[in-house]
């Protein structure tokens, strides 16, 4: 397969080889107590493609699920399914068995790779799906019973495993889909992104050599491989030998202890998770002496937050990145700086910075022009991670993917509000074109609000909502903060100084614990149930 110096044409599992053959006794991957090392990785990874190679058949649809679970074998799955030259479907146990089923239905995968632990879904997953499967589970010591209850299905199970051995490497075109991620609709029904091999290739090359990661790096994974940053965790720290630590969830309610235990040099997180850690008296000053770089993305990052971790964190660089998952993984980046930063933020929120290597970046208006230096509009960006649009759904990608006025190439609109830079300045991030609401008439950026409440109070984790809804918007604005105590009189009396009435909550809530979705980040779809009683 031809390579070009820029890396567009490759194949996700290029790097992961390459470290293979110069690393191979080195640790790959460390989950569930379970350590594997390159060499390890490759062997089984290697048996898994070969098996899905000997029972492809030419009309398949070239992608694998991967119902796995932060396990060894969801590495070897998703693995397996690229050197199989597939690509890959990540599932997960802990959604709605329901939601599972129809991402696997939708995709249309003809097999799919099983960890032990969600193995006892399978009978309720495969229930809904009409055309033959071929279930890998390397687990799996004894698969005749699941024979006998799926006789429609091929099962392979782990010693069935050991007779695949003519693995032969995929020649995948650069176009060709590296992963299929399901991300929420809003219509209900969740979206594939169609992720190429080309676009993960454009951000892989420049963020391993943007953080220099070698060998010697140990990197987290505290994404699920639902959510498209563990995409990075992974094949970044592939990309270069080094080693990919998961935790379990039981893990993650400690987060400082399992940076210490694995001796992380590498860190990456949504915000939220600073957050909690900051508001549980785990930012200990110096705690994290190991770390050299963290990372951050998924939400907006408020300057105490990474204030609290710098000091936690001494020895490490922090950057802020952003990107949706159509424009693969992250496509800006912004250093934080203790003594430039505070200047360049807008509402308390980190800045997202300047855009990656061949990223271009239009901020328009409600009309797709693009706003003078210094406004604010919708952010659209074209370039190389520019995804290839959604799953068999030519209407949604129309939608999303367009040709603004006096353009020729397509660009991905992202829904994010941002400043338009007037100089060399960053990009800032001012929330969601959705999150601007209307109260009597004015509109209320949510953002601003939290923003106040947040330097009022100085807690991180605040969450501002629009509630009740009315004919004509909203009836007025709720508060929803994560920790306490909080003198809620004081902070009623402090945010009514610096906001317009109209502006200033009706009702606050404090609570120890916020909604959070499966990728971590607060579930604002969530918070209007937990409002409970007002205060």
């Not at 397996?80 to 599932?91: D, E, H």
């Amino acid at each position: 397969m031809e390579l070009r110096a820029d890396g567009s044409r490759r194949g996700l599992w290029t790097g992961f080889l390459r470290s293979a053959k110069l690393f191979p006794d080195r640790p790959a991957v460390v989950a569930q107590d379970t350590s594997l090392s390159y060499r390890q990785l490759r062997e089984v990874a290697a048996r898994i493609a070969a098996c899905i190679q000997a029972h492809r058949e030419g009309s398949s649809t070239p992608l694998t699920a991967v119902f796995a679970h932060r396990s060894a074998t969801a590495f070897a799955g998703v693995l397996g399914s690229l050197l199989a030259g597939n690509g890959y479907v990540p599932l997960n146990r802990t959604f709605p068995i329901a939601r599972t089923r129809s991402m696997l239905v939708r995709s249309e995968c003809p097999s799919i790779i099983v960890d032990a632990d969600s193995l006892p879904q399978m009978d309720a997953l495969i229930a809904g799906v009409n055309e033959p499967l071929l279930v890998i589970a390397p687990d799996l010591e004894d698969p005749r019973p699941y024979r006998e209850r799926w006789p429609r299905h091929t099962i392979v199970g782990a010693a069935d495993l050991e007779g695949y051995a003519d693995w032969r490497e995929p020649d995948a075109h650069e176009d060709a889909i590296a992963y299929l991620l399901f991300t929420s609709g809003s219509t209900g029904v969740p979206k594939g992104v169609m992720v190429a091999h080309r676009n993960v290739a454009a951000y892989v090359n420049h963020v391993a050599e943007r953080f220099a990661i070698t060998e010697l790096d140990v990197v987290s994974q505290t994404f699920d491989m639902t959510f498209d940053l563990s995409a990075s965790d992974m094949f970044v720290a592939w990309e270069r030998g080094a080693r990919v630590c998961c935790p379990s969830q039981k893990t993650l309610i400690n987060p400082g202890r399992f940076i210490r235990e694995q001796g992380l040099t590498v860190w990456f997180s949504v915000p939220s998770m600073v957050a909690l850690m900051k508001q549980s008296g785990l930012l200990k000053p110096g705690g994290f002496p190991s770390l050299r770089l963290s990372l951050f993305c998924g939400e907006p990052l408020p300057v105490a937050s990474v204030e609290a971790w710098a000091m936690a964190a001494p020895n490490s660089v922090v950057e802020n990145l952003y990107g949706p998952t159509e424009l693969t993984i992250a496509c800006t980046g912004y250093r934080w700086d203790p003594k430039r930063t505070p200047a360049e933020a807008e509402m308390g929120i980190v800045p997202i910075g300047a855009p990656f290597p061949g990223m271009e970046v239009l901020i328009v208006d409600e009309h797709l022009n693009e706003v003078a230096p210094g406004a604010d509009g919708e952010l659209l960006m074209s370039g190389p991670q520019m995804s290839l649009g959604y799953w068999k759904d030519p209407e949604k990608t129309a939608a999303a993917f367009v040709v603004p006025p006096r353009r020729r190439e397509m660009f991905y609109r992202t829904g994010d509000r941002v400043r338009r830079p007037a100089g060399d300045g960053p990009l800032t991030h001012l929330g969601r074109m959705d999150s601007q609401i209307k109260i009597l008439g004015h509109r209320v950026e949510l953002g601003e609000v939290e923003a106040v409440v947040r330097g009022a109070s100085g807690v991180d984790g605040v969450v501002a909502i629009g509630w009740p809804i009315t004919s004509s918007g909203y009836g007025g604005i709720e508060v929803l903060i994560e920790g306490g105590p909080v003198d809620l009189d004081g902070l009623r009396a402090a945010v009514a100084v610096l906001l317009p009435d109209y502006m200033v909550p009706r009702r606050w809530h404090v609570r120890s614990r916020l909604p959070r979705n499966a990728n971590g980040k607060y579930d604002r779809k969530a918070m209007p149930a937990v409002l409970g009683d007002s205060q």
